[in-house]
């Protein structure tokens, strides 16, 4: 019961976002590690009680490091000094433990009814949400406004479709204008290539989320708040709608496969399959085990910083990978990637180098001094991404789609710049397309990206979507709170 406390109560405090299938196995590896701490002190001791105080007190020690000490951080006590403290505490309730002669069954019952409490007030929470908020299927009929068109394969080919997102990659004139930094040599590399860009893309909403789940949908999430309710702060919905989206159903009647890749987990609504729990610094294993005693351990399987850092910049390279080797498995398929780069933690530096971003606050990468460091991981962005589309352009059997479109803009703060200019500077992010054919491809003006996978099907698939009127519904309280915000 301690050692799943921890766990189960991070789940409870972020379960609107993740699956429930995501706590199985950090509650599963809490569990058995407290198994095997009982069955050592057992063996040596051979007193159960005896284990089950000791094997108690070092599962506290391990799990609820930061959850008990942050509270004594505000002493003037530094980490080490912290974590000196802890461990002798420990050493002493171990020796006091092991070395009595008394009887611990009143111990041991007193621990198991603190136990109890804690773990059942999360745990009936984690109930009460499920029974409140039961699955809603995107096969609902209730979720959209209109309903899909018949699509075919024109012409006989069916083109590979890559839909390549890059996270809060800002458009260029706000680059060149908020961060004094021009893009152009990136935009000229992409056209050179062969792809349009659009200058006055916007996005209909300002959370990754949203954005993707109508883009792949083909509509505005505008029935939402009446199915989940207007405060609602449920995003697990929209992500199952990026897992399995009307246009991979529709794609996958017609032969396609659907490749989902992603640099974390911003797009599952469980645990990315092709990446360790470890490596996503928004993973629930990894939460619960950087607020353990094992912060302070390095290695691969650490979580200091640099452990940490290692290990993502590690997901970001092996995902750029395994998007450029798709381009050798056979089609048709539907490709959706998703890296949270250039998005934070900043861990890239211009030339692919590890940097380690100093400001440690939950505000600093959006300063304008994290806009430096956010200037530096784009471009490492920019060339992962032009090698990339280099790789699937040299081995694709025939000439693929490729779409490079950012969910959003940068996040920036008010204080620096306005509320106004952060909203608009949030909708506007990067659209680029690589869309062979015999016409000259054109863009929309102005082209919003909820219409993305509707330009996509009438040029290849024989469709006929009329294309949306462009709206933008900034982030506010609550997710599903639209209200439609004038764009400069």
């Known amino acids: 019961m301690l050692a799943a406390y921890p766990v189960v109560s991070l789940f409870q405090q972020n379960q609107?976002?993740?699956a429930l299938s995501v706590l199985w196995p950090s509650l599963?590896?809490?569990m058995a590690t407290a198994v095997l701490l009982f069955a050592l002190f057992a063996a040596v001791t051979r007193s159960a009680a005896k284990a089950g105080v000791a094997s108690s007190l070092v599962v506290v020690a391990l799990y609820y490091f930061e959850l008990v000490s942050r509270d004594v951080s505000g002493l003037g006590l530094g980490d080490s000094r912290r974590v000196v403290l802890w461990l002798v505490l420990l050493a002493a309730g171990l020796a006091a433990a092991l070395r009595t002669r008394r009887s611990l069954l009143t111990g041991v019952w007193a621990l198991t009814a603190f136990a109890v409490v804690l773990v059942?007030?999360?745990?009936?929470?984690?109930?009460s949400y499920r029974v409140a908020h039961p699955p809603v299927s995107i096969s609902d009929p209730r979720l959209w406004p209109s309903t899909p068109q018949r699509a075919s394969i024109s012409g006989g080919t069916a083109p590979d479709i890559y839909y390549i997102i890059p996270d809060d990659y800002a458009r260029s004139d706000v680059l060149k204008r908020y961060f004094h930094f021009d893009d152009s040599?990136?935009?000229s590399s992409l056209r050179r290539r062969g792809?349009?860009?659009s200058n006055d893309v916007r996005s209909p909403y300002s959370k990754s989320e949203l954005n993707m789940a109508s883009e792949l949908n083909f509509d505005y999430l505008s029935r939402l708040p009446h199915i989940l309710g207007p405060s609602s702060q449920d995003v697990l919905l929209v992500r199952k709608m990026i897992e399995d989206s009307r246009a991979s159903r529709i794609l996958g009647s017609l032969g396609y496969r659907y490749i989902h890749l992603d640099s974390d987990n911003i797009t599952f609504a469980g645990d990315n399959p092709n990446i360790s729990?470890?490596?996503?610094p928004d993973n629930l294993t990894y939460l619960w085990l950087r607020d353990s005693l094992l912060r302070f351990v390095g290695t691969r399987f650490g979580f200091t910083d640099g452990a940490t850092n290692d290990r993502f910049r590690d997901s970001v390279r092996s995902a750029f990978r395994k998007l450029a080797a798709t381009a050798n498995l056979t089609g048709p398929k539907l490709v959706l990637f998703h890296t949270l780069m250039p998005h934070d933690p900043y861990i890239f530096g211009s030339q692919g180098q590890p940097v380690t971003f100093p400001d440690t606050s939950d505000t600093g990468h959006s300063t304008k001094f994290g806009m430096r460091y956010y200037v530096r991981q784009l471009q490492f962005v920019n060339h992962e991404l032009l090698a990339t589309v280099?790789?699937?352009l040299a081995h694709s059997r025939t000439p693929p789609v490729i779409v490079i479109q950012s969910d959003e803009g940068f996040e920036a703060l008010p204080e620096d710049w306005g509320e106004a200019a952060v909203r608009d500077m949030r909708v506007k992010g990067l659209y680029a397309a690589y869309l062979p054919g015999r016409a000259k491809a054109r863009l929309p003006r102005p082209l919003n990206t909820v219409n993305s996978f509707r330009l996509l099907f009438n040029r290849y698939f024989g469709t006929h979507y009329r294309l949306l009127p462009s709206a933008s519904y900034p982030e506010l309280d609550q997710p599903y709170r639209f209200e439609a915000m004038r764009v400069r």
């Open 390 to 392: 280099d790789a699937i």
């Open 16 to 18: 609107s976002e993740i």
């Open 195 to 197: 792809f349009v860009l």
């Open 277 to 280: 729990r470890l490596a996503a």
């Open 120 to 127: 059942v007030f999360p745990a009936a929470k984690v109930v």
């Open 185 to 187: 040599r990136f935009t």
């Open 28 to 30: 599963g590896l809490a």
